[in-house]
């Protein structure tokens, strides 16, 4: 399968801290995106990063990808309360055509 | 440009009763994924369409489950004879084409009573 797996599958950290998600994943790829999703809510996407790209800013994020050992980290700096929700990584299959597939996720809690 | 729509966001249907959820991909997006989350738990892949083809079905139950993705019109998933286990949510998601970030609707809840 090439299905992602986050780790840890869950964190907890106070406000200010920052935040580490690792991600692994089975088969080579095209890209890789990391989603943030509040609770019953639906999927907010953060950062997509192509298998060319070894590093990524957005904001407050950072996302880094080592094909070589087939794992993504996202970095959250200076955490806030509101980032406290679910985030996933998800992986297409390096094939023509490109199935999207999520890892199990790891929740955050910030807390203030 | 609106997002991904889909409807209805919540949904009660009793046991051996049809569902049909909805979703209209954003504007110019030919590629519709839908996805199903039970509690606490992360995202399963379902089916991959294009406009007018299944491309990948490979998570789709053998049973009672179909999508399809008219010339015109939303995708549609349709699940028949609904039993509890089907309450989850159901996401759709789209895109433009291959490789590129995919953008998910709000979700529709569907709870079996």
């Known amino acids: 399968s090439q299905q992602g797996e986050e780790d840890p599958q869950a964190l907890s950290i106070q406000e200010g801290e920052n935040a580490t998600m690792n991600c692994s994943y089975k088969t080579s790829i095209n890209n890789l995106q990391w989603y943030r999703q509040n609770s019953g809510r639906g999927l907010v996407h953060l950062i997509l990063i192509r298998s060319n790209e070894r590093e990524k800013h957005s904001g407050r994020l950072r996302v880094t990808l080592d094909t070589s050992k087939k794992s993504s980290s996202l970095l959250i700096t200076a955490s806030r309360a509101a980032d406290t929700a679910s985030y996933f990584c998800?992986?297409?299959?390096?094939?023509?055509?490109?199935?999207?597939?999520f890892g199990p996720g790891t929740s955050l809690s910030v807390i203030p | 440009n609106a997002g991904v729509m889909q409807n209805p966001r919540h949904l009660v249907r009793r046991r051996g009763q049809e569902a049909r959820l909805r979703c209209s991909p954003m504007?110019?997006?030919?590629?519709v994924y839908w996805y199903r989350q039970l509690p606490e738990e992360g995202l399963k892949f379902m089916v991959y369409?294009?406009?007018?083809?299944?491309?990948?079905e490979s998570g789709m139950p053998k049973e009672r489950f179909s999508a399809e993705f008219p010339k015109e019109g939303p995708s549609i998933l349709r699940i028949q004879q609904v039993v509890r286990g089907d309450s989850a949510a159901y996401f759709c998601?789209?895109?433009?084409?291959?490789?590129?970030?995919?953008?998910f609707g709000e979700g529709s809840w569907l709870t079996v009573v």
């Open positions: 504007k110019g997006h030919s590629h």
């Open positions: 998601a789209s895109s433009p084409d291959l490789g590129n970030t995919i953008y």
């Open positions: 369409l294009q406009k007018e083809n299944i491309i990948d």
């Open positions: 998800a992986t297409d299959g390096g094939t023509s055509y490109d199935k999207v597939i």
